[in-house]
Structure formats: structure tokens, C-alpha cells
Nanobody, 123 residues
Framework: QVQLVESGGGPVQAGGSLRLSCAVS????????MGWFRQAPGKEREFVAA?????YYADSVKGRFTISRDNAKNTVYLQMNSLKPEDTAVYYC???????????????????WGQGTQVTVSS
């Protein structure tokens, strides 16, 4: 049973930073594609970033967010800088066995999901 547990969310002022963490247990983490998605109230879940051997970002976060992973700790991170009010959402960590680059942005391709962590950016 693969489990993902996110942490690190919370309130922050615009321009500030947060680092989200996602600890994975029960699977072969080093072989997984890991992704971050977010969902704001009234909106669909959207892709934020993913990491395999390469990294992928949504245009809206490119240059501000950085995804990384520590295979020794079975953990993936999302460093979020220069946060904006429009970044406010519940952030979800997701994983699956290695995905091809053409599908890493697709939520439906991920089998494993965390419970989400709230990020609230105030202006």
C-alpha cells in the first residue's frame, strides 16, 4: 500500500516562500514519477510540477517554484517562492511508476495521491 503524506502548507503573505514536502511509503520511490497538483475553490485540479529524470512546470509557476526529490528519504519537495494570491489552493502530491513526458501533466495518470495541504497567500 503506497501512502503519500504532504506537509508544509499554511498561510503566507504575497512575495513570501513555503516549502512543501511529501513523504512516500510502501513503494519503490526512486522509480516513481512524482507530481504536485493544486486545486483552488471552484476550480479544477491543475498541474503544478513533476519530476522524473527531468523536471516539468506549469507556465504559471515556472521561475518561482522548484520541484526536487531525495530518494534516500523517499520525499519530494516543492519550494515555492514569490508567492502570489492566485497560488492559494490545496496542494496535492501524486505519484506513479515512471510516466512518459507527454503525460506527466495529466492528473488521471497518477495512481497515488496524498490528502492535500492548504496554502493560503494573502495580499
Amino acid at each position: 500500500q503506497v501512502q503519500l503524506v504532504e506537509s508544509g502548507g499554511g498561510p503566507v503573505q504575497a512575495g513570501g516562500s513555503l516549502r512543501l514536502s511529501c513523504a512516500v511509503s510502501g513503494g519503490t520511490f526512486s522509480t516513481y514519477t512524482m507530481g504536485w497538483f493544486r486545486q483552488a475553490p471552484g476550480k479544477e485540479r491543475e498541474f503544478v510540477a513533476a519530476i522524473t529524470w527531468s523536471v516539468y512546470y506549469a507556465d504559471s509557476v515556472k521561475g518561482r517554484f522548484t520541484i526536487s526529490r531525495d530518494n534516500a528519504k523517499n520525499t519530494v519537495y516543492l519550494q515555492m517562492n514569490s508567492l502570489k494570491p492566485e497560488d492559494t489552493a490545496v496542494y496535492y502530491c501524486a505519484g506513479n511508476r515512471r510516466l512518459s513526458s507527454d503525460v506527466v501533466r495529466t492528473a488521471a495518470m497518477y495512481d497515488y495521491w496524498g490528502q492535500g495541504t492548504q496554502v493560503t497567500v494573502s495580499s
